[in-house]
DNA sequence: GTCGACATTGAATCTTACG
DNA sequence: ACGTAAGATTCAATGTCGA
């Protein structure tokens, strides 16, 4: 099964889409942009409006170097109330604009996707999924004072509760060695080569991976389908579309966005069946478990007591997850390279647990935990 | 001087908490029994709403197979007007219960999450994160026309952007191996001996794992801490609680509900103290230790060489604690920023003395000096 | 040319105590 | 209240430079 789809005929009738800006940008005000457009003309809109981030100061990391956080104008609102009237105005549009069978998603964080998941509901969107993009290399919380903000989440939404839409299931389950794809997905972000630069620093600052792009469109989208971006950015809705077959919108206010996108999608070439493969190709890595999980899941109850093989140390399992040995306390791993007193330690061979009077290294309780929780 | 003095009033030593209906259920509508709550009196609220009305007043849970069971002669904007105004009112009682230094946490799906994250940011809630419960084994979409509902999102908000809150980092740390704990967990879902079951179906559609709660709580609140669930079901929040040795209130409309969740928890085990231990409580704050401490009592003398890890820079102790490089003087944080022309600079673990032919941070001093004088 | 050590960086609502 | 100083804090991937 192959996960691209053929092209379907043009059919030979003048319609709506032959007197849309296809394949351009819109140097424009969003919504002014849009209300250029005509009434049911786009297939799907793809939308990265701005996260509405309210940063406070400067945020250093531990080795004092500071972070370049996104302190662009175009990020910032007064109050939620113009953010909400920013929200509906541009959803409002792209609802007029959008075909009856059309879909939208939108994508941002906890600053604003809770928002923007309200208004689109109260326009009369019905959501279909939300999906989560989980970053497989996110920046770390510095201060320690949260959980490391670790993803993004993005709404799939379509015209109406009876509405039709396009969801490609095969090639989803294709792409995804015969499972149903789940509404998580890992892909690291947008780095490397791909990751445009000028003069050495990054042309925009919240550039999405098109590994992310893909698998959108791939979904939920045919090819020779018009797909909207109103916060075209440096384009990789557009460069994407490009490779997929599909014909795209952009609207972007910024000049020097327009023009990195511009020559960015001049440089695309469509992609074939392998390459596409090789770039969705499924986290094959096994799932990592950390020993707290055991703790959270009962498989080894708080004030078990664990020995290396030789019963020299003797240890006690906290609550947490960590272990307690004569004073000194850490994860297994810190504990057990402590009371060896070496650089390293792998705990999960170095500690044991009693079972039936046979003592077994930890890890054994790992694979079990592995065995009873995945598919 | 003031004529009249002020009679000491000797308080009975009566705190808020001794007023409160702990470690039991209350059986009532959830915003009447909130409202007999006095004001700022827990410490977290931990809450599994219900998702949706249905014309009859009826609320739904996420349950899938009644998401399509919903009248279709509903009025959209009615539905979610009821829902926002049910919403509100509970999270208003919320917050006047929570103290100041409490925070909260509300747990749902894409049916409702987004409209619940809008009104606890409305109501002057800060969110801390939002959290997504990856589901191991979720129930596959069998018709296809979806992605694979595979998560729930989880929102945690303080009383406000100011606030403090209780974070638990190194807890959370230890039991992620040592690295920080992320935005996404992966839990199965409640199944096996903890789904509770009558007659050999299940008592509640949405129970949620234990697991799930133990990590809440583990990060968000500490021994002794008072937890409200206000959507108590079959009781997963006291449980865990009396497990972790939290005090709780549940609040459950429905007795069948009520009759599962007290027998449960009745037979729930709480650890020992002992038990209990984790990187948090163990980390009880030292005193802080002034540099010119170690020098005044010995442990470094005046006119010793001190350099960073990589020798690049050296310097010189002072007899006040100072250091010199260069013709620059400072404490150890600021000497040390000035020289790496970086912002900011821990001085402790840049900052190395020579041992025994070794170059150790001086914080390993200041932890021997803590050793010392400490009893 | 290769490898290893080191430096850089990414949508971030990122401290606390004392005077 | 506010300003200043002490002190605690990072993961994965990419890029660079020297041996």
Redesign the interface.
Known sequence: MAVLEKVAVQPAAKTVQDTLPLDTILMDDCIDAMRSLPAKSVDMIFADPPYNLQLGG?L?R?????VDAVDDDWDKFDT?AAYDKFTRDWLAEARRILKDNGSIWVIG???N??????A???L?FW??????W?KAN?M??FR????????E?L?WASMGEKAKYT?N?RS??TLNDEL?????WEFPICGGPERLKKDGTKVHPTQKPEALLYRVML?ASKPGDVILDPFFGTGTTGAVAKRLGRRWIGIERESKYVAAARERIQAALPLDESQLRTMQANTKKP??V????L????YL???TVLADARHRWQA???????L?CEGQ??????LGSLVQERESCNGWTFWHYEVDGAWKPIDTLRQTYLL????
Chains 1, 2 share one sequence.
């Open positions: 400067d250093l531990p080795d004092g170097s500071q939620f964080s906890y600053h996707i809770f928002r923007v998941g309200t689109v509901q109260d009369g959501i279909l999924n939300d999906i989560i989980r996110p770390p919380n320690g004072t949260r959980f490391t903000n670790a993803h989440t709404i969801f299931y989803m389950k149903q794809m789940r509404s998580d979904a799932p990592r950390a020993f707290g999980q703790v959270e899941n009962g109850a708080p004030g006690v399992v906290g609550a947490d997850g960590s307690t306390a850490g994860s297994i791993h810190k009873a929780t995945q598919p």
